[in-house]
C-alpha cells in the first residue's frame, strides 16, 4: 500500500514538474517586441546650416567651408566614421563668455547619429563639422543644447551663431535663418513594432504612403517635436505634404516616441531615416 502511495506521488510531482517546465520554456521562448524601420524614403530633403542672418560675413565662410569639406573628402570621411563603423570623435565645449571670440552652436543633442551626448562630450556628424568650422574660423567652439524646436529661433534672437542639427532647409525656417549650402540628402521613415505586419508586402514609398492613408484619427503616431516628420503627418503646404489621417503625438526626441510605441501607446514613428537607423538599433539593443 505504501508503494502505491509514494508511486502515486512520484508521478504527480513529474507531472507539475513538467508542467512547470513547459511554462517556462513558453515565456523563455517569446521574442521581446522590437522596432523595425520599414525602409522606403517617404520624404527627400536637404540639411543644411542656419547661419544667424545679421552675419552675412559669417554665411560667406561657412559656405565656403561646406563647399571645401564636400569636394576634398572630409565630410564623407566623417560620415563614415558613423555609417561605415570607424571610430567617432568626441567634441568638447567651451563656456559662454562673451569677452572672448567664440562662434556659438545651436543644437538639439538628441538627433543621432548627427548629434549626441555621452558623458560631458558632444559626437555626431554635425558636432564634428562644427569643431573643424570652428578651427577653420580660428574661434572658440561652444555648443548650446536645446529643444529641438528652440534651435532655429535662438539664432534668429542672435543668441547663437549657427544652428547645426540636422536641419532640413524649409521656407518657414528661412524667416529665422539663413541656409547655407546643403552638406546631406536626408528622408522621413516609417517605424514600426516587430509584430506588425503591415508593409511587409510593401514594394515601394507609395504603397507605404497608401496603406498610412488608410489609418483614422483614432490611430496615432508619433514624431519628434518641430521635425519634418511633425509637417508629414500633420500636413503643411509649404513643405508639400498632405498629411495623414492619424494623430499626431509629438515628443522630445525620437527615442521616446519609439519606446512610448513599442510599450503600445501609439501605432507608428515616423523620423529621418538615419536617426531611425540609430535610434531603433539602440533600443532593440535593450529589449
Known sequence: MKKKVLSLALAVLCVVSLAACGNSNKETDKEAVTAKVIEYDLTSEQYAFGVDKTQPELIDQVNEFVNRIKEDGTLDEICEKYFGGGEPEAVASAELDASKDQLVVATNAAFEPFEYTKGDSYYGIDMEIAALLAE????????????????????????????????????????????TEPYYEASQRLIVRSDDSTFDDCKDADEVTAKLAELTDADTIGVQAGTTGQYFVEGDEDWGFDGLPAKCVTYKNGSLAVQDMLNGNIKYVIIDAAPADSITTAINEMQ
Open 136 to 179: 577653420e574660423l580660428d574661434k572658440e567652439l561652444v555648443i548650446q543644447n536645446m529643444d529641438f524646436d528652440a534651435v532655429c529661433l535662438s539664432v534668429g534672437q542672435q543668441k547663437c551663431d549657427i544652428a547645426m542639427a540636422g536641419l532640413t532647409i524649409n521656407e518657414e525656417r528661412k524667416e529665422y535663418v539663413t541656409f
